[in-house]
Each structure stands twice: as C-alpha cells, then as structure tokens.
C-alpha cells in the first residue's frame, strides 16, 4: 500500500500522512483505504476524502456541501451540485486538527443517515471562552489551566481563534492550543518542538506539535517555558525586522473597471509578511514617493492604488510596467 504515490523524493511524506490517518481514525472509526495512481483515497459508502503528495508539500483534499472560501483552500472544485471538494497544502501536522475537524463532516455527508452532531463537536468558534465551554468539566479545567499558563508566559500576547484553535497571537501566532478525543495538543511550530526535543520525550510529538495524554499529568511548567520561548522568538524577529524592510519588485499597472483609478498587484502573502490584512506604507513608483496602504477590495491579491497625478509624473499609464518599493508605516507612541 502507497507503494506508487510515496515513491522516490515523495516517501519523504510518508510519515506525515500516518500521522494524519492515525488521527483520522482516533475521531472517525475504521474506514477503507484505497490508493489509485495519484492520490489515496478514504472511502465509508463513498470516497469522503483524498490525500496526494508532490515533492514539497502533502495534499488534504475532502468534500463539503457548500464553498466555504473563508477556510481559504488552495483550490476548490465543484464536483456535483451538493458538493465542493476543498484542497489543501501541508508540510506538517499543525493544521491536522482543524483538517480533521472539517473531514469529520465530509464523513458524515457518506452516510444514509449522518448522525446528529453534539455541542462539542461544534467546529466554528467566536472566543476561547465559547471553545472551552464545549467540553467537559474535566477538560474545561485543563483548558483553563493551559489557556492561564500560556497568558502568564505571554501577557502582551492577544487572545484569538486562529484555525478554529484558541491562539496567543504576539505579531505571528504564538502558539495554538487544542482538546482532542484523548490528549491536549500544544502547537508552538517546528522549532518550538525541536528545541525542547530532550523535555518532550515522553510525549507523542511531530514537526510543530505535541500531544499531552488528558489522563495523565499536563506539564505547566514546560507549557510556560515552550510559550516563553516563542516570545523570545518574536522579539528577536521585531529587533531585526524594523520598519526599513523594503521590498522592491517590479509590477504591471491595471486600470480599475469603468473608473479614472488605477493600481498594482502586490506579488506576496501580505497578511503572513505584515500579520494583518490591511497595512499603511510609504511607497514609490519609478523612484516617486507615495503614501497608502495595501489592502484586498474583492481582489485575489492584495492591491496598492497608483493616484492619477503620480502616473502622470513618472510618465505611466495602465498597461505599462512600474518599479514599486515598499515599507510598512510604523506609527511610534
């Protein structure tokens, strides 16, 4: 079995999908397994999910009943009138509790009768309150032990949900924290497990995530210490990252439908460069300094407007290319 999709440079991946279908199991039960020529398929009636691999990442890809764009998917495709298959891209097991969370309900859409979800199982959440009051009292304690460990460690950090997980967010996420069938998992991201591998010993890890048995003893004190390294990480980062970090590219100018506008398309993540979605910065085009911000108005991409008077200045109209640098504007209090 998965002779033929975890071959060569691809076998690489092979642990992380055991990973994966272990923990598959542990929510859903036995199921089938089958493997065609590019992918290997979970199958309870019918196929409900689908796993693939390419030479940098493993690829998750199950159906739901609707386009869910705010999971923001790799791709999505409409295979039926009822169904959208959502496809994602995955290096290691970070994402694997939302994932699993999310193949769970293409599971019970194979079945004649899906049984009805309980409050627990719920899997969109508005507040780490609302998530830990989902569970049983044991768990809450635990959650609640964690979710005060983490805060103490990190009081400047902000308390979110960030892949439906309660996260401590402190300019990139802290760290994630979760309640599964049968342990806690703790997700502080690959150097955060690496570094602390000699203290994590007795405990199931993978890259960027650890598990803590819910029956046995939760260990605080490294969960203080494991959060109290990721802050350091993140100081670390603002000292070397300052607002003079530039990027330079060249860009092609598109002129806004049925109006006198224009802008650029920004040609990188912009929320993963900056952690938000809307960023004020000091621009120029061609040399011309210019002051906006980015931000998505419907648009695939994040876009910088380019005024009127400023094409006229450097000479450039839409169609034309433009060399565009950009800063974030940092505001100091």
């Known amino acids: 079995m998965m002779d033929t999709i975890f071959s060569g440079v691809r076998a690489k991946w092979l642990p992380l999908y055991g990973e994966l279908h272990s923990m598959a199991l542990e929510k859903l039960g036995a199921f089938e397994e089958y493997e065609n020529s590019s992918a290997v398929l979970w199958k309870h009636h019918t196929t409900f999910a689908e796993v693939s691999v390419k030479k940098d990442c493993l690829v998750v890809a199950f159906a739901s009943d609707t386009l869910h764009e705010e999971w923001e998917p790799k791709k999505a495709v409409r295979t039926s009138k009822n169904r959208v298959a959502h496809y994602f891209e995955v290096t290691d097991s970070t994402l694997f509790p939302l994932l699993i969370g999310r193949i769970e309900k293409a599971y019970s859409l194979t079945q004649a009768n899906p049984p009805k979800k309980n409050q627990?199982?719920?899997?969109?959440?508005?507040?780490?309150?609302?998530?830990?009051?989902?569970?049983?009292?044991?768990?809450?304690?635990?959650?609640?032990?964690?979710?005060?460990?983490?805060?103490?460690?990190?009081?400047?950090?902000?308390?979110?949900?960030?892949?439906?997980?309660?996260?401590?967010?402190?300019?990139?996420?802290?760290?994630?924290?979760?309640?599964?069938?049968?342990?806690?998992?703790?997700?502080?991201g690959e150097k955060g497990v690496r570094v602390f591998a000699d203290k994590l010993t007795g405990y199931k890890?993978?890259?960027?995530?650890?598990?803590?048995?819910?029956?046995?003893?939760?260990?605080?004190?490294?969960?203080?210490?494991?959060?109290?390294?990721?802050?350091?990480?993140?100081?670390?980062?603002?000292?070397?990252?300052?607002?003079?970090?530039?990027?330079?590219?060249?860009?092609?100018?598109?002129?806004?439908?049925?109006?006198?506008?224009?802008?650029?398309?920004?040609?990188?993540?912009?929320?993963?460069?900056?952690?938000?979605?809307?960023?004020?910065?000091?621009?120029?085009?061609?040399?011309?300094?210019?002051?906006?911000?980015?931000?998505?108005?419907?648009?695939?991409?994040?876009?910088?407007?380019?005024?009127?008077?400023?094409?006229?200045?450097?000479?450039?109209?839409?169609?034309?290319?433009?060399?565009?640098?950009?800063?974030?504007?940092?505001?100091?209090?």
């Open 120 to 188: 627990a199982e719920k899997q969109e959440y508005s507040s780490v309150d609302e998530y830990i009051a989902l569970f049983s009292e044991e768990v809450q304690d635990i959650l609640k032990q964690v979710r005060q460990t983490i805060r103490e460690a990190a009081p400047e950090a902000i308390e979110k949900i960030s892949w439906q997980m309660p996260t401590f967010w402190q300019k990139e996420n802290l760290i994630h924290f979760a309640a599964m069938k049968n342990h806690i998992g703790l997700y502080p």
């Open 205 to 333: 890890t993978s890259k960027g995530a650890i598990q803590f048995p819910i029956d046995g003893p939760i260990p605080y004190e490294l969960i203080s210490e494991i959060t109290r390294f990721r802050v350091g990480e993140v100081v670390d980062a603002v000292k070397e990252e300052t607002e003079e970090e530039e990027y330079v590219f060249d860009a092609v100018i598109k002129k806004v439908p049925d109006l006198d506008g224009a802008y650029v398309e920004i040609p990188f993540d912009v929320k993963e460069k900056f952690g938000k979605g809307r960023v004020p910065v000091h621009a120029e085009f061609d040399g011309e300094p210019y002051d906006g911000s980015l931000v998505r108005m419907g648009t695939p991409c994040h876009i910088l407007g380019i005024r009127k008077d400023i094409r006229a200045k450097i000479g450039k109209q839409p169609g034309d290319t433009v060399k565009v640098a950009i800063k974030e504007r940092v505001s100091r209090k």
